[in-house]
């Protein structure tokens, strides 16, 4: 929903992760510094307020849509998506927005460890006991959302479920505090509070470990969903992959801490170094191209690769999760204030590891890069405290550690290294956004978004400009093309003589116009011509422009959330109202899932009285014209009648072999019959609560 209101940016990523933990962090503080004194001055249970906490989360699910909304239409004025003042402004309203429910769900961990104390004031433990509970139900949320609910209920009913499940946990939290209210409630007081002491988490290596876990774990986090694009694809289900693996990982190594705490054999912090200045390098040498990769334009997650590179990060997550539990445990000895503070430590890591992912590190140097930089804090931690171990075991741990960091840096390879040494003339470019690799000579050129195939040079992309101007009515003078690409569409729009607008949401794509073109610069300098940074919609919202044709060609593949944001019957109801009388709207379907195609098709159809479909020029995938005015019914000849000679030399700049006319005709003669290929369930379509082709799991599985 994020995505939806501020663009399908990596900074929105972050920091949403980074407002989360921020939230988090505050409420552990401030929920372990005023349980005690809540208990005290109201004589009610912890659980009381544990129940507050839970009921005001629920609430969460009805205020975040509204507040999303309200934000985006602030942001309008703050210019292009990637100016400094849009991204500040924007990160400031995901806060706004998000912020207040984080809060409460970081309480609730003291305000539980209070309720427990309460139960059993001999408990010291119970930090970590919590911990692996929650751990476990967020990734069974994780879990759950990404593959059935969001899929089988949309977003709406799904955050409808999220909000009675909180408000079920909160009645059951005030029927526990009801029991509690005829037992003493003694104030939750420990020696060092009642000492006036100020307990600050721990001794200072404590505290520093704390920071830098949570620190380095998001960082990573941000990096491995980029990193792993090109295995697990853009798809919804990739990022839910990693979190759901985080969190299993975790999980398992809160279990593990439970089980040695149980049998009193709990691991030192030094034997966990150990083993972390190793795992943490384990995602490096697993992302090797030459092991995982073949065939980057293949939209389809390969199982074998997403399962070796998913594992590769569980070891790393795993001891983690027993080393993090520990540690607090170690420091509150069961007290929610001491908790509090100590978990809060960590949850500061947790909020500047992604930002400085995101805004430093992505931009300037390679994933493989930053994940070697993030892992070597595990190895000064392991060689601070090695002292510790005996001699055969530090030079056997060293050994592994030097061994496996000289692989990563000097033998395994990026993608970007494995595509300068397999092809041509490859350019590299980094932003804030993405990765963006353009390579190829002549007409076998490729453009690469996170090692994703975009484009090639093909005509169909000449055709969703020449096809929507040749069908209006009257001399078309102004067009809007979402998606930039190589800039194909956009210098054929150009050969028109119209006024022409090309939005584009990675700023290193547009920057890539002169590796496709030599007459770029001539095309970049036309007073005609204008490229946006920004996503599509935002700039449909905040432009106030109507246009004669809009053409948009959704980025692939068609089950990420940048193609079913484009493909939803919302986005027709804002492109609606940019469209000059007789105006035409090109959608470009590439093909695909027979299911999907029905409901991109219906979800236009159902948008514009008076659609028609075609044909790409090699023969897959069709382009959807779609408009208020009825689109005449014209041949190829009097299609090309009503072109410039500038527009019908640029049509036949990729294929002289026959004449204008057959060109033309081998599309325009082939069209659809659109109604007789809708499917008959009118609810197969896609919205923005209901992507039907970005949530598809059960569906395929089904089939």
């Not at 007290?335 to 960590?346: F, L």
């Not at 493989?368 to 090695?386: D, M, Q, T």
């Not at 550690?401 to 290294?417: D, G, L, N, P």
Request: proline share 5%; aromatic share 12%; charged share 15%.
């Amino acid at each position: 929903m994020a995505f939806a209101s501020f663009g399908i940016i990596t900074p929105v990523l972050s920091v949403v992760l980074s407002v989360f933990m921020l939230g988090l962090a505050i409420g552990s503080w401030g929920g372990g510094r005023s349980v005690g004194a809540l208990v005290k001055r109201t004589g009610l249970s912890a659980a009381f307020f544990y129940a507050g906490a839970e009921l005001l989360i629920g609430c969460g699910a009805f205020a975040v849509p509204h507040l999303f909304k309200a934000s985006e239409r602030l942001l309008l004025p703050a210019g292009q998506m990637d100016s400094v003042t849009y991204l500040m402004f924007s990160a400031l309203a995901l806060a706004i927005s998000i912020f207040p429910w984080c809060v409460c769900m970081g309480a609730t961990f003291p305000f539980m460890m209070g309720y427990v104390r309460e139960l059993d004031r001999g408990n010291t433990k119970s930090f970590s006991f919590l911990y692996s509970a929650n751990v476990l139900g967020a990734m069974a949320g994780t879990f759950y959302t990404a593959v059935v609910l969001v899929e089988q209920l949309g977003f709406r009913h799904t955050l409808l479920a999220a909000a009675a499940a909180n408000f079920t946990i909160g009645f059951i939290s005030l029927c526990l505090a009801w029991e509690q209210r005829q037992k003493s409630a003694t104030p939750l007081e420990t020696t060092a509070e009642s000492a006036g002491e100020a307990v600050v988490g721990g001794n200072a290596l404590n505290q520093l470990v704390l920071f830098s876990t949570g620190f380095i774990a998001m960082a990573m986090e941000v990096v491995w969903s980029r990193a792993f694009t090109i295995v697990l694809k853009t798809q919804v289900y990739s990022f839910a992959l990693i979190v759901f693996a985080y969190l299993a990982a975790t999980f398992i190594g809160s279990c593990a801490y439970r089980r040695d705490l149980r049998i009193q054999r709990v691991k030192s912090k030094t034997s966990i170094f150990s083993a972390l200045a190793v795992t943490a390098f384990l995602p490096v040498l697993v992302n090797d191209p030459r092991f995982l990769v073949e065939h980057y334009w293949d939209a389809n997650l390969d199982p074998l690769s997403a399962v070796l590179l998913l594992a590769s990060i569980c070891p790393f997550c795993g001891l983690l999760g027993y080393l993090t539990p520990g540690l607090i445990d170690e420091v509150a000895v069961g007290d929610p204030r001491r908790a509090g503070q100590a978990y809060a430590i960590n949850v500061v890591g947790c909020i500047l590891g992604p930002l400085l992912a995101c805004y430093i590190l992505l931009p300037f140097i390679s994933e493989r890069a930053a994940l070697i930089l993030l892992a070597l804090p595990f190895v000064a931690f392991w060689l601070a405290l090695c002292r510790a171990q005996p001699l055969p075991q530090r030079i056997g741990v060293l050994t592994i550690t030097v061994a496996v960091a000289a692989w990563t840096i000097f033998v395994s390879q990026t993608f970007e290294s494995f595509m300068i040494q397999n092809a041509k003339n490859v350019v590299l470019r980094r932003d804030y956004v993405a990765s963006v690799i353009s390579f190829g000579a002549q007409m076998d050129k490729s453009l690469l978004v996170n090692g994703v195939g975009m484009t090639k040079l093909t005509p169909i992309t000449k055709f969703m400009s020449h096809l929507p101007l040749s069908f209006h009515q009257g001399p078309p003078k102004s067009v809007l093309i979402i998606c930039f690409g190589m800039g194909t569409t956009y210098r054929s729009a150009l050969s028109w003589d119209v006024d022409t607008t090309v939005v584009e949401l990675v700023p290193s794509v547009a920057k890539s116009f002169k590796f496709y073109y030599p007459d770029a610069d001539r095309l970049i300098q036309n007073p005609k011509g204008r490229i946006v940074t920004d996503d599509g919609r935002r700039y449909l919202n905040r432009c106030g422009k109507k246009f004669d044709v809009i053409v948009v060609d959704p980025p692939p593949p068609i089950e990420a959330a940048g193609s079913s944001l484009l493909f939803s019957r919302d986005f027709y109801e804002l492109a609606k109202q940019h469209l000059n009388t007789n105006g035409i709207l090109q959608m470009w379907f590439p093909g695909g899932e027979l299911a999907t195609a029905q409901a991109v098709t219906r979800s236009i159809v159902e948008s514009f009285p008076y659609v028609r479909g075609f044909p790409s020029v090699w023969g897959s995938g069709v382009h959807l014209l779609a408009s208020f005015e009825p689109i005449p019914v014209l041949d190829a000849k009097q299609l090309i009648a009503r072109m410039p000679v500038s527009a019908r030399q640029d049509m036949e700049e990729w294929d002289s072999s026959q004449d204008a006319v057959a060109y033309l005709s081998a599309v325009i003669t082939n069209e659809y019959n659109l109604p007789q290929g809708l499917n008959p369930d009118t609810s197969i379509q896609v919205t923005d609560d209901q992507p039907y082709n970005e949530y598809f799991l059960l569906r395929r599985m089904r089939h």
